[in-house]
């Protein structure tokens, strides 16, 4: 068996990293790569990109839409398509401060209460998993009703305007999140986030999946990746040991947790098998 890696973490760590850096970067100095924030955001001063999400808030509000618009919430839209809710996986800043608070949390708990609390506590789900998609039509709704209130509010983006211009406001909003997430895990991702669930929405049949070695699966019983996952998505009772080719759960933001977790290589990350 191989010994768990923290490769997968390390590269999802790197490119939040830089996405934050870059429109950090935007808003303080002459750097222009990537301008704006994680509304709408410029590259290169050549392509917008904007968050699905608040676009379809503005469309809904104003009962128009501009090109770049429609330019930018369909390019992430598109990748959505292809590779799933990459964004919650490789790329949010808010998902990376909570991936390093469960850390933290889960190193305590592992001093404290041991290897099997900890496992558990990363599989619960306190709520259904369509609480997200509730949130996410309730606030589709109000903006329908001209009230696009969930940008102001959005932990997403108070993280980003707090590190950016120093509101204070935001950032305690944050910690308080992170706070709260050490006694109901994962809240915010698994639970809340319409971002999160438009997102899993739009990637339900995406190409880009965990792949299953179905030659290996069932092999260990370990429930390491079940553990890892962030999602908490039942990897091993719901997908290698029913002889499933690949992970299908909507929820699944690819971020190679499992696969760090796996200690017997029976997981992968590559393009479903159609057969």
């Known amino acids: 068996m191989k010994r768990r890696s923290h490769r997968w973490q390390l590269a999802r760590s ?13 808003a303080h100095s002459d750097v222009r790569v990537l301008t704006g924030s994680t509304t709408a955001s410029n590259f290169l001063g050549v392509m917008p990109f904007a968050d699905p999400l608040a676009a379809l808030q503005v469309m809904l509000a104003s009962r128009a839409a ?8 369909g390019a992430l839209l598109a990748l959505a398509a292809l590779a799933g ?9 808010l998902g990376l401060v909570l991936d390093w608070n469960h850390l933290l ?18 599989g619960n789900h306190l709520a259904p998993r369509g609480t997200r998609s509730a949130v996410l039509l309730f606030v589709l709704a109000v903006a329908a009703f001209g009230l696009p209130f969930y940008e102001a509010l ?7 305007r707090g590190l950016a211009y120093g509101t204070t406001a935001g950032l305690l909003v944050v910690l308080g999140l992170a706070v709260i997430e050490w006694f109901v895990p994962r809240l915010w991702c698994r639970t809340l986030c319409p971002t999160g669930a438009l997102y ?4 339900r ?21 079940e553990a890892a996952c962030p999602m908490g998505i039942p990897v091993m009772e719901s997908y290698t040991l029913t002889g499933e080719r690949s992970v299908d759960a909507p929820d699944c933001i690819r971020c190679g947790a499992c696969l760090d977790s796996c200690p017997g290589a029976v997981l992968n990350l590559g393009v479903r098998d159609r057969n």
């Open 105 to 122: 949390r889960d190193r305590v708990v592992r001093v404290f209460k041991g290897d099997k609390h900890r496992a558990a506590r990363r």
């Open 66 to 73: 501009t090109s770049e618009l429609w330019i930018g919430a």
């Open 200 to 203: 899993s929405l739009v990637g």
């Open 14 to 26: 790197v490119t939040a990293l830089g996405f934050l850096a870059l429109l950090l970067a935007g």
């Open 205 to 225: 049949r995406a190409p880009l999946r965990v792949r299953i070695d179905l030659q290996m699966a069932g092999k260990l019983h370990c429930a390491l990746c």
């Open 154 to 160: 959005s932990p997403i983006q108070l993280l980003v």
């Open 85 to 93: 809710p990459v964004f919650c996986g490789w790329l949010c800043p």
